[in-house]
């Protein structure tokens, strides 16, 4: 059975701290790894990574992937409070017939407080 | 661009009713699917639909719960009889490339409270 798990599960930081979130996996047909933001319902797409070692950056946040120990870490630097959310990591798997089927973890909540 | 739309936005029932939820995804977006989110647990698919075909629908719960998704653009998802473990976030996404390898993205969702 393809597993995602992400750690910590909630995370409390101040303002202008930097935080690192983990994410791990267990799957067959690996494509492609996705971070997510959800703020209220809708899970945001942040970045997909598919190559090891190659870093994503948007602003303050970025993402890197290791294919070699089946991890990625997502992190945000300076953060605010506007940063406050649940960041899912879904990985992509090839589930046949030219079809690709994401898996999410249970997400980390972060909570940033002025 | 229009996001992916959902309807309603909230539903409250009585266990053994049924339900159904309303999808539109992205104009031109050829694959569309359905996820249950439960409280605390990130979005599990139910089933994934590339034009108006089922592609995987190996996780749906068929004895209660069916979909469609006619003439390859709006989708309908239909609980009956509702459980009380059907209570979640039912999301809809949609994404532009055939398969589903590219980004997806979600409409709003519609929270779902069997009671």
């Known amino acids: 059975e393809d597993k995602v798990v992400q750690s910590p599960l909630s995370l409390v930081v101040h303002e202008g701290d930097t935080v690192t979130l983990n994410c791990s996996y267990e799957?067959?047909?690996?494509?492609?790894l996705l971070w997510y933001k959800q703020e209220k319902k809708a899970p945001t797409f942040l970045f997909m990574l598919?190559?090891?070692?190659i870093e994503k950056k948007s602003g303050r946040l970025s993402s890197i992937l290791d294919k070699k120990e089946l991890f990625s870490i997502l992190n945000i630097t300076a953060t605010q409070t506007g940063d406050s959310a649940v960041y899912l990591c879904?990985?992509?798997?090839?589930?046949?017939?030219?079809?690709?089927?994401?898996?999410f973890g249970k997400g980390t909540k972060l909570s940033v407080i002025p | 661009e229009a996001g992916v739309a959902q309807s309603p936005r909230y539903k409250i029932i009585e266990k053994r009713q049924s339900v159904a939820f309303w999808c539109n995804p992205i104009?031109?977006?050829?694959?569309l699917y359905w996820y249950q989110q439960i409280l605390g647990q990130g979005p599990k698919l139910l089933i994934q639909?590339?034009?108006?075909?089922?592609?995987?629908d190996s996780q749906l719960p068929k004895d209660r719960f069916s979909a469609e998704r006619l003439k390859g653009v709006d989708s309908t998802l239909k609980i009956q009889p509702a459980k009380l473990e059907d209570s979640a976030v039912y999301l809809c996404?949609?994404?532009?490339?055939?398969?589903?390898?590219?980004?997806?993205?979600f409409g709003p969702g519609t929270r779902l409270t069997v009671t």
């Open positions: 598919t190559s090891s070692g």
């Open positions: 996404a949609s994404s532009a490339v055939a398969g589903g390898l590219g980004e997806q993205y």
């Open positions: 879904a990985v992509a798997v090839y589930s046949g017939a030219g079809s690709y089927q994401l898996t």
């Open positions: 639909f590339q034009n108006n075909g089922v592609v995987d």
């Open positions: 799957v067959t047909n690996f494509r492609s």
């Open positions: 104009s031109g977006h050829a694959t």
